[in-house]
């Protein structure tokens, strides 16, 4: 055999043993599922998840430098003067001290993390919160929480075993403050956890409202203020809604927010935020091997998170947030009118870019993922989208098309 023919046969022999590899082990499979991801992606209405993440860049940089080979943790707390050489601690501050004063907390009195979900951000607002009524009063809380809130709170409360009171909500899914005035217990701090954006109805509580009700209690030996702005929280510091999430105006002691919903990190990743005297007021854990006194509920912490988080802050920043919340927004106030134009009962709550309607059939629940709900209130069973970055109106004029001919 003449040495380019032998070449090209070992060559061809190599490529098919990588494909014989490539079967056997399974990489098929996953090429075969990058298909499926990015179909749906496109028509991806029921959850609230940004579907335009720019993370091209970030990868291009991550790979670039090497630092697919370097293990970094954030375990410890990011707001010192001497962070953790190898964390990513530095930029996490950076992303703390960037969005603690979209929320209107006075910097000198904050204290944050990034987090590794909205989930962990609430069991970090629960946490802190029943702690430090604890430390305060020497008295173990009640915790309030609409029936209408994330279900993440209810479950939280259960795993840290506090008494939870859950409040009724009104038809379109607030928190009724006469129902939280009949519940509460004035002997027992209370610890009260605002839904900013209820999951499925997108209704935020009245917080001035409900706040007037503690406060009528001078006996009430404590009083925490959690907010789950998971989604809400994303968007409302860059509308002209802003002072409905702001800590002066509302008083609140912690927020959390997710990261991979409006901001577009593409995986689970959030905000924690609290005035620096809860923090100040937690139990004290100091962990000698690691140097730090370990106040938060997690050890390691993802350090790749805040990162991206950063990135984001230099390469979309306040300009371009501001552009994408009003876009959603004016999207979503177009897909309320559409379906109101075709006659197909449907329901939006005020600064919301969730809008709720009559359930259509399955096959257009698959083809849009979308979520379901049901309440009798409004005739029964329920579907919602929320109004991401990427549901243009282009898409919600396909979307309705469905629906009619789905009718
Ligand atoms: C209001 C609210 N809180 C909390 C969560 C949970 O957030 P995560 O999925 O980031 O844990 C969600 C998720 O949809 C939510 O809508």
């Known amino acids: ?98 969005f603690a004063p979209l929320y209107d907390f006075d910097k000198d009195n904050v204290w944050g993390i990034v987090t590794h979900s909205g989930t962990d951000g609430n069991n970090h607002g629960i946490y802190f919160g029943a702690n430090y009524l604890k430390n305060k009063t020497q008295k173990d809380p009640v915790v309030y929480v609409s029936d209408e809130a994330h279900y993440s709170n209810l479950r939280l409360t259960d795993l840290q075993n506090l008494d939870v009171r859950l409040i009724k909500s009104d038809r379109m899914g607030r928190m009724i403050p006469d129902e939280l005035e009949k519940s509460l217990d004035t002997s027992r701090p209370a610890l009260i956890i605002y839904a900013m954006g209820s999951t ?42 802003r002072d409905m999430v702001s800590q002066r105006e509302l008083d609140y002691e912690s927020i959390a927010i997710s990261g991979h919903k409006f901001f577009g990190i593409d995986s689970p990743s959030g905000l924690f935020l609290c005035a620096r005297d809860v923090y100040d007021n937690q139990t004290d854990f100091n962990v000698t091997y690691l140097n730090f006194n370990m106040k938060m509920i997690n050890c390691s912490r993802d350090a790749v998170q805040p990162l991206k988080f950063w990135w984001l802050i230099q390469k979309v920043g306040t300009e371009g947030w501001t552009r994408q919340a009003e876009q959603m927004l004016a999207c979503t106030d177009y897909l309320k009118q559409r379906l109101d134009e075709i006659g197909w009962p449907a329901w939006r709550n005020e600064f919301s870019n969730t809008v709720f309607f009559r359930r259509p059939s399955k096959r257009v629940i698959s083809e849009y993922t979308l979520a379901l709900g049901h309440d009798e209130n ?25 629906l009619l001919n789905d009718q």
């Open 1 to 98: 055999m003449k040495p380019i023919s032998r070449l090209l046969f070992l060559s061809a022999l190599l490529l098919a043993s990588y494909n014989a590899w490539a079967q056997s082990s399974g990489f098929a499979k996953l090429d075969a599922w990058v298909q499926i991801w990015k179909t749906g992606h496109r028509t991806y209405f029921g959850y609230p998840v940004n579907q335009q993440s720019q993370m091209r860049d970030f990868y291009e940089w991550y790979l670039s430098t090497g630092m697919e080979s370097v293990n970094l943790n954030n375990a410890g707390d990011p707001m010192t003067d001497s962070p953790w050489t190898m964390s990513s601690q530095a930029f996490e501050r950076d992303v703390i001290e960037y």
């Open 200 to 241: 499925f109805k997108g209704a935020i509580d009245d917080i001035p409202t409900l706040n007037a009700v503690l406060a009528d209690h001078p006996e009430l030996p404590g009083i925490y203020r959690h907010v789950d702005a998971a989604l809400f929280g994303g968007y409302l510091p860059f509308t002209r809604y």
């Open 378 to 402: 409004f005739g029964g069973d329920l579907a919602h989208v929320v109004v991401m970055q990427h549901v243009t109106k282009d898409k919600i004029d396909t979307f309705i098309n469905t």
